[in-house]
């Protein structure tokens, strides 16, 4: 079957999506008999300078995916056909299955430097194949994610509506974007394929073009509203205020068509929001709700909020789908134990952590997050509630562990709930939380 303009990946080119040298260096490890079992970390290790936290997102959802990575025909026909892959590796890849284990942070959880996202125990030529993959997966929705969450935070308690995919890096950051949308707390979504499939709420008014194309916006208004009774118009193709009047006028003369909310699109958002509300609440319509939208970000709707804007919910495209602040984190897979040996890498601002790990999460008295300590896997008498969970064990996925996965965005809420008040703030600047080493992990580290 031809592919070639698909715009998507299936399952069973999963194996493919990888860069080259991951395959080379799994060849060679056959090669050499090089069969040992193999720790891979991955983390960041700078916090981007416009954010406090990051929330981890997608680590599970790749998890689900590489337990199930399979070479099957039709990629084994493609890699024997760049002449760079024996016959006989080929051969041991067409019964490869992950027979490791996957520890990961919940998804919603807040995250900070060097703290291991998800780390990856397996024989090395397993753990290695996975690299590209899972970071590619975990960096867009993290990153995703993260930007959402600070909308929801300028929000203070009002819906925040994605609006985004128009702009997006592609159909797959569209449609996964959601579930990293989902995650963060976001209330709905205009896109209809990641909504089904992301169970998130679908939202969406009109477009500008729909009043352009009639002749007369009272009546544009009129129709729409008797077709979708309990809508939202977008009153702002002409003037703004005299639409919102019309609005009103229609109301007046059809009480039953029930307009929910107007939705402005454009000009200065505040003034309009205070003038729309004057318009409704003198005629009565106080029940009618305000949506805001037009190149919003966290800080745009901050300042509106500040400023006393009466709006009711925000609708955020192309800011948060791009995060256009902070696009990427540098996130790192790295091998930190093979073979029952510690690894440490030494280059100059690369330096990684060694052997397995977990993270524990300490509380202050009034339950807020204190601090947290990375240690070695197994150290005893380390303090706080352990981060890290078993999602694949021996290649199978934990039933109980991906129950706890679907809690993804009830967890993001109650971390929020618990972060400092400095973590919550949406300037750039230090995040001031304390991560620390454990005395194992801390000796360890300068013994190598």
Same mark, same amino acid.
């Given at each position: 079957?031809?592919?070639?303009?698909?715009?998507?990946?299936?399952?069973?080119?999963?194996?493919?999506?990888?860069?080259?040298?991951?395959?080379?260096?799994?060849?060679?490890?056959?090669?050499?008999?090089?069969?040992?079992?193999?720790?891979?970390?991955?983390?960041?290790?700078?916090?981007?300078?416009?954010? +406090?936290?990051?929330?981890?997102?997608?680590?599970? #959802?790749?998890?689900?995916?590489?337990?199930?990575?399979?070479?099957?025909?039709?990629?084994?026909?493609?890699?024997?056909?760049?002449?760079?892959?024996?016959?006989?590796?080929?051969?041991?890849?067409?019964?490869?299955?992950?027979?490791?284990?996957?520890?990961?942070?919940?998804?919603?959880?807040?995250?900070?430097?060097?703290?291991?996202?998800?780390?990856?125990?397996?024989?090395?030529?397993?753990?290695?194949?996975?690299?590209?993959?899972?970071?590619?997966?975990?960096?867009?929705?993290?990153?995703?994610?993260?930007?959402?969450?600070?909308?929801?935070?300028?929000?203070?308690?009002?819906?925040?509506?994605?609006?985004?995919?128009?702009?997006?890096?592609?159909?797959?950051?569209?449609?996964?974007?959601?579930?990293?949308?989902?995650?963060?707390?976001?209330?709905?979504?205009?896109?209809?394929?990641?909504?089904?499939?992301?169970?998130?709420?679908?939202?969406?008014?009109?477009?500008?073009?729909?009043?352009?194309?009639?002749?007369?916006? +009272?009546?544009?208004? @009129?129709?729409?509203?008797? #077709?979708?009774?309990?809508?939202?118009?977008?009153?702002?193709?002409?003037?703004?205020?005299?639409?919102?009047?019309?609005?009103?006028?229609?109301?007046?003369?059809?009480?039953?068509?029930?307009?929910?909310?107007?939705?402005?699109?454009?000009?200065?958002?505040?003034?309009?929001?205070?003038? *729309?509300?004057?318009?409704?609440?003198?005629?009565? #319509?106080?029940?009618?709700?305000?949506?805001?939208?037009?190149?919003?970000?966290?800080?745009?709707?901050?300042?509106?909020?500040?400023?006393?804007?009466?709006?009711?919910?925000?609708?955020?495209?192309?800011?948060?789908?791009?995060?256009?602040?902070?696009?990427?984190?540098?996130?790192?897979?790295?091998?930190?134990?093979?073979?029952?040996?510690? @690894?440490?890498? #030494?280059?100059?601002?690369?330096?990684?952590?060694?052997?397995?790990?977990?993270?524990?999460?300490?509380?202050?008295?009034?339950? !807020?997050? *204190?601090?947290?300590?990375?240690?070695?896997?197994?150290?005893?008498?380390?303090?706080?509630?352990?981060?890290?969970?078993?999602?694949?064990?021996?290649?199978?996925?934990?039933?109980?562990?991906?129950?706890?996965?679907?809690?993804? !965005?009830?967890?993001?809420?109650?971390?929020?709930?618990?972060?400092?008040?400095?973590?919550?703030?949406?300037?750039?600047?230090?995040?001031?939380?304390?991560?620390?080493?454990?005395?194992?992990?801390?000796?360890?580290?300068?013994?190598?």
């Amino acid at each position: 079957m031809n592919r070639a303009n698909s715009p998507r990946v299936d399952d069973d080119e999963l194996a493919l999506l990888t860069d080259l040298y991951q395959l080379t260096m799994t060849q060679a490890y056959w090669k050499e008999a090089m069969h040992e079992r193999a720790t891979f970390s991955l983390f960041f290790r700078k916090m981007p300078p416009t954010r +406090r936290f990051m929330l981890a997102c997608g680590q599970q #959802h790749a998890a689900a995916l590489l337990s199930r990575l399979r070479f099957g025909d039709t990629v084994l026909a493609g890699l024997s056909g760049t002449g760079l892959f024996d016959p006989g590796f080929l051969d041991w890849l067409s019964d490869w299955r992950f027979e490791g284990d996957i520890w990961t942070l919940p998804e919603g959880t807040p995250v900070f430097a060097n703290e291991p996202l998800l780390e990856v125990d397996a024989p090395i030529a397993q753990a290695q194949l996975l690299e590209s993959l899972v970071m590619n997966l975990v960096q867009l929705e993290t990153v995703l994610a993260s930007k959402a969450v600070r909308l929801v935070i300028a929000a203070q308690g009002r819906p925040v509506v994605d609006f985004g995919m128009r702009r997006m890096h592609g159909v797959d950051a569209a449609v996964r974007g959601v579930r990293a949308y989902r995650t963060a707390g976001l209330a709905g979504t205009s896109n209809v394929l990641g909504g089904l499939r992301h169970d998130l709420a679908i939202n969406g008014t009109m477009a500008h073009s729909y009043i352009l194309a009639h002749d007369d916006e +009272r009546e544009a208004f @009129r129709v729409f509203a008797r #077709h979708y009774p309990g809508t939202t118009l977008l009153v702002d193709t002409h003037d703004t205020l005299e639409g919102v009047r019309k609005v009103i006028e229609i109301m007046h003369e059809e009480p039953a068509v029930g307009v929910k909310a107007i939705r402005l699109d454009s000009g200065n958002l505040g003034e309009l929001a205070k003038g *729309a509300r004057a318009l409704l609440d003198e005629a009565g #319509h106080d029940d009618i709700t305000i949506v805001a939208s037009s190149g919003l970000d966290e800080h745009k709707i901050q300042t509106l909020l500040e400023d006393g804007a009466p709006i009711d919910a925000f609708g955020v495209g192309t800011q948060m789908g791009v995060s256009a602040d902070a696009p990427v984190i540098d996130l790192s897979y790295k091998l930190v134990e093979y073979a029952g040996t510690p @690894r440490i890498k #030494h280059s100059p601002g690369k330096i990684n952590l060694p052997c397995r790990k977990q993270v524990y999460r300490q509380l202050d008295a009034q339950g !807020r997050y *204190a601090g947290d300590i990375i240690a070695l896997r197994d150290e005893p008498d380390i303090a706080g509630e352990p981060l890290l969970r078993p999602l694949v064990r021996s290649g199978d996925l934990s039933v109980e562990e991906m129950r706890l996965a679907d809690g993804a !965005r009830e967890r993001t809420k109650a971390s929020l709930d618990r972060l400092p008040g400095a973590l919550r703030e949406l300037a750039p600047g230090e995040a001031d939380y304390p991560v620390s080493l454990s005395p194992g992990l801390e000796a360890l580290s300068r013994r190598l």
